[in-house]
């Protein structure tokens, strides 16, 4: 019998259409846009200046306060300009523009395709060499990973737990890199074990990755402390609190966080961007994002350089076609819907899925007959039906005693919804409202 | 006989408990000042929450218990209802302007070109947390209704074709309600003025001139011709948007001629 969650969850169609497609480096575009706000918390500021030459790897902004991670640059050639530029949901964010001149790499970055797996550093030098690196979490929320691996004090870590769960549809990027860099990965885990000093690793990996489980699997066996666990199918099972009640059994408080069950979670891919840093020394510049959709001519895994233009990677797999209707960075369930194309990917994309207007229409709103599958379906054991009820009636004080700031956001609910209310977009909105409220009365 | 006993016995039953519930009456008596009845009655029932309080009932227990009664007044009522409840509790009101909801924007598909097509859930708030909008202007009206909704007097439609929000300005009370639900802030009250006069920027987009060119033809870019023509220096522009200081403008109405985007409204005089 598999783990997995013990708490609602749904099962939508897993859709892995590139998980075929092998790791292509996507080629360089003309100019790259990098945003200075990839990060969870304050954007940062940029150290370069309008006509500065700049190398990849090249350090071109600076964190600008505790929570927040430095930018470098992802092409060589010269600042165009450092400008505000509309994000994929049409805010105006500070980017800085660069013009491509051929890929010239700072000479310090070991661009050799070795296995690295000697480990000498400090957990000191390795959480420097980590935030020097800008190295944000990689499975969608972009929190700086050195703050993750530094347990606030009073908190101590027992066990890493790597997030190759990937639960959203479509999305394969985690799935690649696990078969194509197994040993780096588990060397990743090594190194942010030795930062966190902590002896065991569990590895999740969903069943409808048997490539995957056999990869790692053989990877860890070089590795002592690590453990892969395969994990039942179902959604959102990737999200930090139930992967940690899928692997160990344990919950997170309301209203507490990760640490405090004595669990640190990781993506894979952060994990593989860390041994990257600290064995090859590259920052964080590229990740691996999935271009994928049914209605799309290929579907396609790419190494795309952070602050590539969303028109620029569908072009590469051939363009979308006149049905396509709606373009999401992420996945189908939790991703972002994007305003405009010509915003560029950040270090945390994972996904450019298009969708036709059949595939995304949403239907007509009926009324509540109070069957509770949105309750049965939530993940925090939350009642999604009263909450969104309450928002509407904007009864901020009844959300608080139900516990809306434990919602994920994960959409199971609105998933399930057979009168297609669209729960979680209320939800979100009375969240923020009561986490206003709970942050004014703290101050 | 029967009869008699009966009715004796109820007789004496009724009397027993209207002995205990006499005494029971004295014991949890509720002692309410009465004038806080009659302050509600006077108001006009609506509970919109116009003037900060719950509703009518908390604003009358509010007034009554206060001893000035400057920090409390109806927008619904206005000064009529202020002098008739001042008049009951012996106190002194204070006169305010008559206020009025007035929409900033005119950003209509003709003027400020869709670029996308919204499909969540019809509410302003959620559209906003989502995403900039489905134009160019991501300051201006949304165009689904909240607005609408909060209304208490129904004084606030949306037209279905062009999506803007007009104000019933014979229904508008002033209580605020619309310029409270809308996330973008695009509604602000502002004096009825003299005879219905009213002159305002009709626009919320702080974007630089030409971006706000590019995505509506209706939208202030803070040219500043209309300051430069204000003979009573009531104009200001902040962040690429004028404002008019209502306090300062006479409604003469040399902007509104002047505005190069039609974007100053000036209200006609009403006879």
């Not at chain 1, 090859?280 to 990740?287: E, R, S, V, W």
């Not at chain 1, 405009?340 to 709103?365: D, F, I, P, Y």
Request: proline share 6%.
């Amino acid at each position: 019998m598999k783990k997995t969650f013990a708490m609602g969850g749904v099962h939508p169609k897993d859709s892995k259409l590139a998980r075929k497609s092998a790791i292509e480096d996507l080629p360089l575009p003309a100019t790259v846009a990098i945003s200075m706000a990839q990060h969870l918390g304050a954007p940062a500021t940029p150290v370069v200046a309008v006509g500065d030459k700049v190398k990849v790897g090249q350090v071109i902004a600076e964190p600008s306060g505790f929570v927040s991670a430095r930018v470098h640059s992802s092409v060589s050639g010269t600042v165009k300009a450092i400008e505000p530029r509309t994000d994929l949901a049409g805010n105006l964010i500070p980017h800085v523009v660069i013009d491509v001149e051929g890929d010239e790499w700072l000479p310090e970055i070991d661009r050799t395709p070795d296995f690295k797996g000697d480990l000498t550093l400090s957990a000191e030098q390795i959480l420097a060499r980590i935030k020097d690196a800008g190295i944000v979490g990689l499975g969608g929320a972009a929190f700086p990973t050195h703050i993750k691996l530094s347990p606030p004090p009073g908190k101590t870590a027992e066990v890493l737990i790597l997030n190759g769960t990937e639960c959203e549809p479509y999305i394969t990027s985690d799935d690649r890199i696990m078969r194509e860099h197994p040993d780096e990965i588990a060397m990743g885990a090594k190194i942010m074990m030795k930062a966190l000093g902590v002896g065991r690793c569990f590895i999740g990996i969903e069943e409808n990755k048997p490539e995957a489980i056999a990869a790692m699997r053989i990877a860890t066996i070089r590795f002592g402390g690590l453990v892969v666990v395969p994990l039942k199918k179902k959604y959102p099972q990737g999200g930090e609190k139930q992967l940690i009640d899928a692997i160990i059994g344990r919950r997170v408080p309301s209203m507490g966080l990760p640490i405090d069950t004595g669990a640190v979670v990781q993506n894979v891919g952060t994990s593989l961007a860390v041994y990257e840093a600290v064995q090859k020394n590259k920052p964080l510049i590229d990740n691996i994002v999935t271009v994928t959709g049914k209605c799309l001519p290929a579907q396609k895994n790419f190494r795309v350089r952070v602050g590539v233009p969303y028109s620029y990677l569908l072009e590469a797999v051939g363009g979308a076609p006149a049905k396509a209707s709606k373009f999401i960075s992420g996945g189908p369930m939790m991703g972002k819907a994007i305003r405009n194309l010509e915003a560029t990917t950040q270090k945390a994309t994972s996904s450019l899925l298009v969708l036709t207007e059949a595939e995304t229409k949403r239907r007509a709103e009926g009324p509540c007959i109070r069957c509770g599958k949105c309750a049965d379906a939530c993940p925090m054991g939350l009642q999604p039906f009263l909450l969104n009820k309450l928002m509407r009636l904007n009864r901020t004080d009844e959300m608080e005693q139900e516990k809306i700031f434990d919602c994920i956001e994960c959409g199971c609910c609105l998933y399930t919804c057979p009168a297609n209310i669209p729960l979680l977009d209320y939800i979100r909105v009375g969240k923020a409202d009561v986490m206003k409220i709970m942050r004014s009365r703290k101050k | 006989m029967t009869i008699v006993y009966t009715i004796a016995a109820l007789v004496a039953l009724g009397l027993f408990f209207a002995i205990v519930l006499y005494f029971v009456a004295q014991k949890f008596k509720v002692h309410e000042d009465p004038r806080i009845g009659e302050v509600e009655s006077l108001l006009p029932g609506a509970n919109c929450g116009g003037c900060g309080n719950a509703g009518c009932r908390a604003f009358a227990e509010k007034v009554v218990a206060a001893d000035d009664m400057a920090a409390f007044f109806c927008p619904v009522g206005g000064n009529e209802v202020m002098a008739k409840i001042a008049a009951t509790l012996g106190k002194e009101a204070v006169e305010k302007a008559p206020m009025v909801a007035v929409v900033r924007c005119q950003g209509s598909p003709d003027k400020c070109q869709k670029i996308n097509q919204y499909d969540g859930a019809s509410s302003c708030r959620v559209a906003a947390s989502l995403y900039a909008g489905d134009t160019g202007c991501k300051w201006g009206c949304i165009g689904l209704g909240d607005c609408v909704n909060a209304c208490e007097f129904g004084g606030v439609s949306l037209d279905p074709v062009t999506r803007q929000v007009s104000i019933d300005y014979s229904m508008c009370t002033g209580c605020g309600g619309c310029a409270r639900s809308c996330p973008h802030h695009v509604i602000e009250l502002r004096p009825r003025g003299p005879r219905g006069r009213r002159v305002y920027v009709s626009c919320v987009n702080q974007d630089k001139g030409a971006v706000t060119r590019k995505a509506c033809t209706a939208g202030c870019i803070g040219c500043g011709k209309c300051v430069k023509v204000c003979p009573f220096e009531a104009i200001t522009v902040e962040n690429n948007l004028a404002y008019i200081d209502y306090t300062k403008c006479k409604g003469c109405g040399k902007c509104a001629a002047e505005c190069p985007v039609q974007a100053i409204v000036a209200t006609p005089i009403e006879k």
